[in-house]
Structure formats: structure tokens, C-alpha cells
């Protein structure tokens, strides 16, 4: 199983950007995803989690994203996306992709996303 993140960079504050991560080895549709985040000095958290369709395709936000971040997802592109506007600089940090396969589950690689002026 390998999940591939990408679309994280540089970006102000009030500005937007749009997360991806494309799963491979694994039927896609089965498995709940999830974001998750790392700042600096400080530990993993969830940011946002949508299980499949067959759960209902239920959301789940963490509060400091809520009304700002958007998590979704195309099980016909095995991909996981994660909308995110109004960014602040707390939302600084690398974002990991997370899939709930059997046993401790599969990490992406992260990617960074700052957010400074």
C-alpha cells in the first residue's frame, strides 16, 4: 500500500490551497481516510477523516479547521483531497494522508504547507 500527498507550498494568509493523495495497492473505496497534521515541536493531529460510501461518506473535522477545511474524496481516482481556505500561520505545518487499512494503517509522506506573509 503506498499513499502519495502533494499541493502543499507557500502561501499567505487568507489564501487557499487544495491537498491530494492518490492510494495505490489497496481497494480504495473500502477504506475511511484522514488528514492529519505535525506543526513544529509539536505532535500529530487529526485535521479532517471521511469514511467510505458505503459508512455513508461521514465527515469528521477537527475544531480549529471547521467552516475553513473541506476533506473528499474520488474513490474512481483512488484519491483523497483536502480543501483548505482562509489558512492561517497556525496552520503551518507537514499534512499527512492516512489510510484505516487493517492493523496500524498506512502514512503518506507528508507534505509542507506554510502559511506567512
Known amino acids: 500500500v503506498q499513499l502519495v500527498e502533494s499541493g502543499g507550498g507557500l502561501v499567505q494568509p487568507g489564501g487557499s490551497l487544495r491537498l491530494s493523495c492518490v492510494a495505490s495497492?489497496?481497494?480504495?473505496?473500502?477504506?475511511?481516510m484522514s488528514w492529519h497534521r505535525q506543526a513544529p515541536g509539536k505532535e500529530r493531529e487529526l485535521v479532517a477523516a471521511?469514511?467510505?460510501?458505503?459508512?455513508?461518506?461521514?465527515?469528521d473535522y477537527a475544531d480549529f479547521v471547521k467552516g475553513r477545511f473541506t476533506i473528499s474524496r474520488d474513490d474512481a481516482k483512488s484519491t483523497v483531497y483536502l480543501q483548505m481556505n482562509s489558512l492561517k500561520p497556525e496552520d503551518t505545518g507537514v499534512y499527512y494522508c492516512?489510510?484505516?487499512?487493517?492493523?496500524?494503517?498506512?502514512w503518506g509522506q507528508g507534505t509542507q504547507v506554510t502559511v506567512s506573509s
Open positions: 492516512y489510510a484505516h487499512t487493517p492493523g496500524p494503517g498506512t
Open positions: 471521511l469514511t467510505n460510501r458505503r459508512a455513508g461518506s461521514k465527515t
Open positions: 495497492g489497496l481497494t480504495f473505496r473500502n477504506y475511511r
